[in-house]
């Protein structure tokens, strides 16, 4: 029996000869991982009751043999995660993390900083500061930018439109008075926004009765001229246009709205411009992109998100201002216990600059990974995602049982299985019996999506150890299945 033994003191330590064969037990574990990650599985598929069968006990009281519990961690963990690692994870915007962001998590876990305050953590706060502007200067936003780690893009699209009402109304003092009584106020967006937007209008009370989503064009993006007369036509009702959202980088095609008639037409109307950038906004930094992203150094929010285009793993979302002060006129909020009488100048306090007090250190496998990799490394894996999504259209096209259904100008191409059939009602019933049957299968993790009412399969390509091969090997297991479901 292998046991925890030889405790430092009265605590939960061991001796340090100990504690480092366990951590070499889980850097085996890892290890392990990426001498097999070409040949990862793309996802495993079990009932969830069996799944939470594994899990289902009592609280234990004793301690768990280690051999056994690693070894139960191997099997029933390890071995059945979802292969975001891998290069036939093609589902959602699953990026796969990097060997360095790993390494840096472990340390930021060690150390345990809260970077709530200053004192707190000041290498890992001055840190996130950094990354912060970092991040501005990626996508050409704004010198001397404020922002704030966040989980992802969903918080950080929240926190960006929070800041939004916040100081759109400031002088009407709504964080103090509330909604109570005021006139409604209306969000403009496209009818491709992502899921978030509708959950941040709730969460802040405003509710999805005043978004006005507006439809795209052929290449879908936001229809500018439609937007012009939703707005004024909201005016002629007596309601107040607040805010217009763009999306850089759609999550079902990948499409940029127009951002610099969107900034026009926020700055004629007066309202508030945010950016909706955890997916493409990060591809701004290459040179033959950024000319889409024409308008995002206008905006006065942008959320963004490094554990897509940056490749690292979860949680590391970002929301960005055009101050720091603009996040302060927000957040803060005076409590005896934050109180910074006797700190001196020059310190930022994170929780007067967002919603949360208690923080890791979300900003230091970023910071890490930039400085290891050099941001001209990571940006050549950008394009290279981008140039294996175009070689992957190119094969759909030339192939007689594939269609394409759409493609923006950055790493997702919706597309169809035909098996050679031209009867629409045929093609989209088999695909939608695809998707669960390419789960089953494993080799390959695929979703679908609707574009324009219409079934398709969704392939994203956001992962830096994929190639040409893989890609190949994505359409062959789908023809592969799919005939299977025809037979």
């Known amino acids: 029996m292998t046991k925890l033994k030889e405790w430092v003191g009265d605590s939960l330590d061991v001796q340090t000869s100990e504690f480092r064969d366990i951590l070499l037990r889980g850097v085996d574990l890892l290890v392990d991982q990426y001498q097999q990650i070409d040949d990862q599985l793309g996802y495993h598929y079990f009932d969830p009751a069996e799944v939470a069968s594994w899990f289902d006990e009592t609280l234990p009281d004793a301690p768990m043999d280690l051999d056994e519990l690693f070894q139960l961690i191997q099997d029933k963990v390890v071995n059945t995660a979802t292969g975001n690692l891998g290069p036939h994870m093609y589902a959602y915007v699953m990026s796969g993390g990097s060997q360095i962001s790993l390494v840096a998590e472990q340390i930021a876990s060690c150390l345990n900083q809260n970077i709530g305050k200053w004192h707190l953590g000041p290498a890992m706060t001055e840190i996130e500061k950094r990354v912060v502007q970092w991040g501005a200067d990626m996508i050409g936003y704004q010198h001397q930018a404020g922002g704030v780690m966040l989980s992802g893009g969903s918080a950080a699209n929240l926190a960006g439109l929070t800041v939004a009402r916040n100081l759109f109304f400031e002088s009407e003092e709504i964080r103090r008075r509330g909604l109570f009584g005021r006139k409604p106020f209306t969000l403009y967006t496209s009818s491709e926004v992502h899921g978030c937007i509708d959950k941040s209008v709730e969460l802040l009370g405003i509710g999805t009765d005043h978004i006005r989503k507006i439809s795209v064009d052929d290449q879908y993006m936001l229809r500018t001229d439609e937007l012009r007369s939703q707005i004024n036509q909201d005016i002629a009702d007596g309601l107040q246009p607040w805010c217009i959202v763009g999306t850089a980088g759609t999550v079902n095609t990948g499409a940029i709205d127009d951002l610099d008639a969107l900034a026009d037409l926020a700055e004629e109307y007066q309202m508030w411009f945010h950016v909706d950038g955890a997916y493409g906004g990060l591809a701004a930094q290459l040179d033959g992109l950024s000319s889409y992203y024409q308008g995002i150094s206008r905006a006065d929010s ?186």
């Open 302 to 487: 942008v959320a963004i998100d490094f554990h897509k285009w940056l490749y690292q793993p979860f949680e590391a979302g970002c929301v960005l201002v055009k101050d720091w002060s603009e996040l302060k006129r927000s957040f803060y909020k005076k409590a005896e216990y934050l109180s910074t009488d006797f700190e001196g100048d020059g310190r930022l306090n994170f929780n007067e600059h967002n919603f949360q007090l208690s923080r890791n250190c979300k900003a230091f496998k970023v910071w890490m990974s930039i400085k290891a990799y050099g941001m001209k490394r990571i940006a050549a894996m950008i394009k290279k995602d981008i140039d294996l999504t175009a070689y992957l259209a190119d094969q759909i096209t030339k192939s007689s049982d594939f269609e394409i259904k759409a493609r923006g100008p950055l790493a997702i191409v919706c597309f169809s299985y035909t098996a050679g059939s031209q009867d629409p009602a045929l093609v989209e019933h088999l695909n939608k019996r695809l998707i669960p049957a390419l789960e089953s299968d494993g080799r390959v993790f695929i979703t679908g999506t609707n574009i324009h009412g219409e079934f398709v399969l969704r392939a994203c390509l956001i992962n830096h150890r994929k190639t040409k091969a893989s890609v190949d090997h994505l359409l062959e297991v789908i023809r592969d299945v799919g005939k299977s479901l025809l037979d």
